[in-house]
């Protein structure tokens, strides 16, 4: 007996939709369990919450800091934050002219790592090149650390100091699924409709011939009233020109593309939706009339489902329609976020160079190890050292001590 997967089907084994996918109740929620835990470790250290400034007591473990509890960033305060550096991320991309995919990537890292992680513990502004760092290799792109650190001006240790970190709270899983891909492989459709080579007959999802499809395609009405895409058929023009319905399907493709690049990225869609649904979403919002059409060759009038896709997208287009470039924190609220949170941040995690260096050593200070983990070291090289024997025989002696 045969199986067919479907592309659903397979998304629903990647780790994307696993781990990383979630209802708006449950994502506010993880949201707000990771501030309250950070608020809570914040009282230990700056004073228990009563407003007062915390004092360096060894025996209750606060750290002496020049904070207060509510000086502390709200959770709304902290996502702000996180999504001002996401677009620092996609600036930083364009700027070196990395593909999309590494930009989209990054900030997909970024926007994973706080919800198990508060800015008072680590704050954007030191894991956001990183992350992008980080997307960088993941995707593909080949730039030397050095190079890295030195067209962005930041010392490699302080862009290396957080990797693990970012890695452990992404759960190791790397990989990112995208709506570019999809929303290119709409235009390559829309634009083979146009030029009258749908699919044939026995393949094709309407039963309509390559023609019909064109002909069908050629009737829409112009873009509707509230859609992005700034297409109007040229004066004189004839209706079924297949130039023309190709113009109309690139300039709705550039549309959405621009929408993908920057409210796809810094929404909450990438947690909400699946790369279809976004990139349907942003072709609904850029020319709702030709998203319409295309998704009738897909699924059927009469389909049980249609009604429920149709809700699906229609949401992520709302989602995405309703982002603004003025949304986006400014410099000045930014500073005045950062000094707050300079104020009350934990302060075992200041110098993050140094405590990615001491975990490393296993905890040591000073470069000194524990007693504990330097004698399993030494039993570790020991046990090594005689399974290799065992296998090989001992070690040549050297010439100066043969017998």
């Excluded at 696993?18 to 109740?25: A, H, K, V």
């Excluded at 829409?220 to 020109?241: E, H, I, N, Q, Y």
Aim: glycine share 8%; hydrophobic share 40%; charged share 25%.
């Amino acid at each position: 007996m045969t199986t067919y997967l479907t592309e659903d089907d397979i998304y629903r084994t990647s780790t994307q939709y696993r781990l990383w996918s979630f209802t708006p109740e449950s994502l506010a929620a993880l949201r707000e369990q990771t501030h309250a835990a950070a608020i809570e470790r914040a009282k230990k250290y700056l004073g228990h919450g009563n407003g007062t400034t915390g004092h360096s007591d060894g025996a209750n473990g606060n750290c002496e800091g020049d904070g207060t509890v509510a000086d502390c960033l709200t959770a709304e305060e902290e996502l702000r934050l996180v999504q001002r550096y996401a677009d620092q991320i996609r600036t930083t991309s364009d700027f070196f002219k990395w593909p999309v995919n590494v930009k989209a990537t990054a900030v997909q890292y970024l926007h994973r790592f706080y919800l198990s992680n508060s800015t008072l513990t680590y704050p954007p502004r030191e894991t956001y090149k990183c992350a992008l760092f980080l997307a960088s290799k993941t995707e593909g792109v080949h730039m030397t650390l050095s190079e890295y650190a030195r067209r962005i001006s930041t010392d490699a240790q302080l862009i290396l100091a957080p990797e693990y970190k970012i890695i452990q709270a992404l759960r190791f899983t790397l990989d990112v699924r995208q709506p570019f891909r999809g929303l290119k492989g709409a235009l390559m459709e829309l634009l083979n409709i146009a030029a009258g080579r749908g699919a044939v007959p026995q393949h094709s999802r309407t039963g309509k011939t390559g023609a019909e499809l064109q002909t069908l395609m050629a009737e829409l009405p112009g873009v509707a009233d509230g859609d992005r895409s700034t297409w109007a058929a040229p004066a004189g023009a004839a209706a079924a020109d297949p130039r023309v319905l190709a113009d109309r399907a690139h300039v709705a493709y550039g549309v959405a593309r621009q929408i993908l690049d920057a409210p796809a990225l810094l929404t909450d869609v990438y947690f909400l939706f699946t790369p279809p649904q976004i990139y349907f979403g942003a072709l609904m919002l850029a020319d709702s009339v030709l998203a319409g059409f295309y998704l009738s060759t897909k699924l059927a009038l009469e389909s049980p489902v249609r009604g429920k896709v149709l809700a699906t997208i229609g949401a992520c287009r709302d989602m995405l329609g309703a982002w603004s470039p003025q949304g986006v924190m400014s410099k000045e609220e930014r500073a005045g976020l950062e000094a707050r949170l300079e104020r009350c941040r934990d302060p075992t995690t200041r110098d993050l160079v140094g405590a990615m260096a001491a975990e490393k050593r296993g905890g040591g200070d000073e470069g000194a190890l524990d007693d504990g983990v330097a004698k399993r070291r030494k039993l570790e090289r020991e046990k090594s050292m005689k399974e290799g024997e065992d296998l090989f025989g001992p070690s040549l002696p050297t010439v100066g001590n043969a017998a």
